[in-house]
RNA sequence: AGGUGAGUAGUGUAAUAGUAGCAUUGGAGUCUGUGAAGCUUCAGGUGGUGGUUCAAAUCCUCCCUCACCUUCCA
């Protein structure tokens, strides 16, 4: 007879999220305290387009990140456009291509929404909010000192100590280093000694001694290798390797790493630092410092975010060479290391009307009258409600006080003919009538009297 | 890509083949110049398709989504 209406789904797409006012206070909570802490360290905020030319992340990011992470589309001019999956090419666009324009060293940070069509889990989204800092045009060792800084004080800014977090550190060419000089691996075999230090920790004990027989041959090599996986500091690593050359003792990778470890130490932030072998980080650019940031929980323990040195940044866009390093973070893993730890307050989930104005009538013939007040309160900051409903003071009131309204205005024809506002404390209920010009300092008596 | 588990009003739960119920939330009122209780009332649901059956939230199929794990990767 009759055609029933199809709906459609409510439910977002898989791996997105609706960000409902409870959420998304949280979110900027969050994002605001953080931006706080990397403005005092003179960060300035970017931001770019959301699409790019597909070729600016195929040319630098993994073949699978464009391939088959990749959301893309097509514009009407057939142009294939993608949705970023990370903002690390904007950024080396942008700063190509005013690269003369910017005094150096580059401080900047973002806090871009991308995309990566990938397998939902714990901590990933298809649709993701990161953090980016990164500081540019700074070689010395204390670029990675700064954001080894600005790390520590984000997450101790939340409460958080070290026994629930740990930076790793290690660096590329340390590990080139000891590839080159110590344990002579071809070169053309490096990557895959990354490959099995990133997956060290991953892997039963077993399962990661066949790896590595599975790979190499030589005695030394496998040796190396297992070595490097439990070192716990670059001493440790040297002491058990027999006969280093002075080329190893020579070696930027070596120096740079050994230099790190001081700096850490002088500026007295060693419970939050440690060397490891095993953090190399998947992506290629990375070339000297690396590091990762780990929950040390003992049933969840593991990596946060991440980042570490790259450079040549602007290759694809320029022959100028500029390193940087910076890190990546994304609030989603953020939001969990802190709901593990407790450190989100609870105030903070829920909508706060404690200093609302709420203004109540008598009758429909004081709506005008009401407006000209919330007009004169909102000129003065403070925020404030009228109930539209102009009748039934009882409803209105009780519907002030669901909301948590600590100060309710009642109009009634007598107050608008006299040119007053009756003001109630919604706290003490004592209510008394006050002429129109002094509303505002009777709000703030009433506020102060609260508080 | 593979695996495990789960989907019943906004939320939390009952109904194991036979009337989809309870609580809470939401709206309106009770109460036309005074709020938090109580009461009244309204709204809102079986993720979707197909099948078995007299009868499906319940059994079967496929799909979707969520959670977690593995793989992969920031």
Known sequence: MEEENKRFSTQPL?????????????DNWIIDQIRDIIEVYCYEEYSGPLLEPIEIFAAKSSEELVQEQAYWIKDKRNKKLILRPEITPTLARMIARKSQEFKKPIRWYSVPTCYRYEDTQRGRRREFIQFNVDILGENSLYAELEILNIIIDILTSFGATSEQFQIYYNNRRFIDAICDFILKVPKNKISLIYNLLDKSNKLEEKEFLETIND?????????GILILKDAKSIQEVLNKFNNIPDQFLESQGYKELSEIENLIQDLDITEYCSFASNVVRGLDYYTGTVFEVFDTGKENRRAIFGGGRYDNLLSLFSNEELSGIGFGMGLLMLKLF???????PEEIMNSDYSDVIYIASINIKQSQYAHKIARELRYEEFPCIIDYRFENLGNQLKKASELGVRVSLILGPKEMEQNRITIK??????QKIVEFDNIIDEIYNIFDDLD
Do not use: A, H
């Open 215 to 223: 790979n190499f041959k030589e005695e030394i090599i496998k040796q």
């Open 14 to 26: 898989k791996g997105m999220e609706d960000s409902y006012p409870s959420n998304l206070r949280l």
């Open 338 to 344: 802190l709901e593990t730890y407790n450190l989100i």
């Open 425 to 430: 404390n919604m706290v003490t209920e004592e």
